[in-house]
């Protein structure tokens, strides 16, 4: 009589699980290829944006003073990083809302932070070369010597970084229509009211303390400051004011996320 063996069952081990890093890096490059079309168009607009900044300007001033050119010159750059988050990226998250794709990468199994933060890192990338062109087309055209810190590359990032943030934030609190009307809104008053290209001391008393609390003034201080280094300098007010906005940006958008099922 013999004894069957009943051979044991192999035991596959589950796979190892990504790091939060990982996953960042893998939803940053999938959010990157699926707008493979879009962006080099999206990129060639950023570099034209400060170079029609920086002409429109010049006709408009004439022959700048050494105060107003360095002004023009370090503003452009600056406009540049706040039209990409505050313009592009509302436009581009209310379309992927009402085509239903970000209700489907929310379905994703990644956490939403990460998600956000992907989002948030492509925005900022995608703003940088526009930022370059900047500071090289204004410092030719109005011949300013500009003297640049080391801080102004984080300087950089953390301006758009904190633009795409409340741009995120705006299209995921606010209907599809409205979040893209007030995108357009925003292009006139970062143009032509916000001390970016020229001094607040020009704008009325109230606009003056408005700025004080709102990001963009202090985005324009942190460039200006680290571009033009021996002329400007950043208060440790504006850092904080440009931190908590960042902040208060990111933590908005994640919890309009969290609340979107």
Known sequence: MSTAVTAAPTVTAPPAALSPLRQLGLVVQWQMRRRTQELPLLILLQLLIPVAVV????????????????????????????????????????????????????????????????????????????????????????????????????????????AAAVGYALATMMSPPLAMLMSQVLVFVVLLFTPISFPAERMPDWAQQMHTWLPLEPMAQAIRSGLASNDFDMPGRSWVVLAVWCAAAVLGARWALNRRH
């Open 55 to 162: 002409i429109g300007y010049g006709l408009l001033v004439g022959d700048a003073g050494p105060v107003a050119g360095l002004y023009l010159a370090t503003g452009a750059p600056v406009i540049t990083l706040v039209t990409v988050g505050l313009v592009g990226t509302p436009q581009f998250v209310s379309q992927s809302r009402t085509e239903g794709s970000l209700d489907w990468m929310r379905t994703l199994p990644v956490p939403r932070t990460l998600f956000l933060l992907a989002d948030l890192a492509v925005w900022t990338l995608v703003a940088m070369p526009g930022m370059v062109t900047g500071v090289i087309v204004g410092a030719w055209r109005f011949d300013v010597d500009l003297a640049p810190t080391w801080w102004v590359v984080p300087a950089a990032l953390l301006v758009a970084l904190t």
